[in-house]
């Protein structure tokens, strides 16, 4: 079946920093989302972007469908923004999700 | 408010019992999910529905049973016959199937055994 890898696994950031986190497939992909897991155990949609650039906020991502990755970008990341991110791809049956980046960010 | 609600937020079941998680959608989806995580893992698909008294296993179906015969809810079991279900269970839905629509979750519910 398909493979999703993320990294970094871990990041710590003082708040204010900017950060990118990736995302790998093994194989093409009809969907591709981006989750983010607060403390509380809530997932949160951030983008829906099978390929191309979206941005909200401060928060932007990149889909590269052909060279199978995508890229989550944080700016003037904030403590609120602490927590995993996991993205996750659909192709035919199998529904996958990536092990997530936790991230830490520091006052 | 149009949203996943997923009841209890925990659960406690002794070995032996069978317990249901319930997951009810008013946002008109079709499609509906189960996954479960474990602390530090990411989400493992279990059940999922396309539609009404439709539904399909996922990776991880074993000791598991679902239902759907209503659009708005699609109730989890979780059986006696599996051996290790302290998880943490997550519900989703979408407009129609995964690969059209984005995926919204429920707040979960945490199994515990006793």
């Known amino acids: 079946g398909i493979q999703v890898e993320q990294s970094p696994p871990d990041l710590i950031l003082q708040e204010g920093a900017n950060s990118t986190l990736r995302c790998n497939f093994s194989?093409?992909?009809?969907?591709l989302q981006w989750f983010h897991q607060n403390p509380w155990g809530q997932l949160i949609n951030l983008f829906y972007i099978p390929s191309g650039t979206k941005q909200n906020g401060r928060l932007s991502a990149t889909t590269v469908a052909t060279e199978r990755y995508s890229l989550l970008y944080i700016s003037s990341s904030q403590t609120t923004d602490s927590g995993v991110y996991f993205c996750a791809v659909e192709r035919g049956q199998n529904f996958v999700f990536g092990p997530g980046t936790r991230l830490s960010v520091l006052p | 408010d149009g949203g996943i609600t997923q009841s209890p937020k925990y659960l406690f079941r002794k070995e032996g019992q069978n317990v249901t998680l319930s997951c009810e959608q008013n946002?008109?989806?079709?499609?509906m999910y189960w996954y479960r995580q474990d602390p530090g893992q990411g989400l493992r698909l279990i059940y999922y529905s396309q539609i009404v008294n439709d539904f399909q296993k996922g990776d991880i179906a074993e000791g598991y049973s679902v239902s759907r015969e209503k659009k708005e809810s699609f109730p989890l079991t979780v059986t006696s016959a599996q051996k290790n279900p302290t998880a943490f269970y997550l519900c989703?839905?979408?407009?129609?199937?995964?690969?059209?629509?984005?995926?919204?979750f429920g707040d979960g519910t945490r199994l515990s055994i006793l």
């Open positions: 946002l008109n989806h079709d499609a």
């Open positions: 989703a839905s979408s407009f129609d199937r995964w690969g059209n629509q984005p995926q919204h």
């Open positions: 194989d093409s992909v009809n969907n």
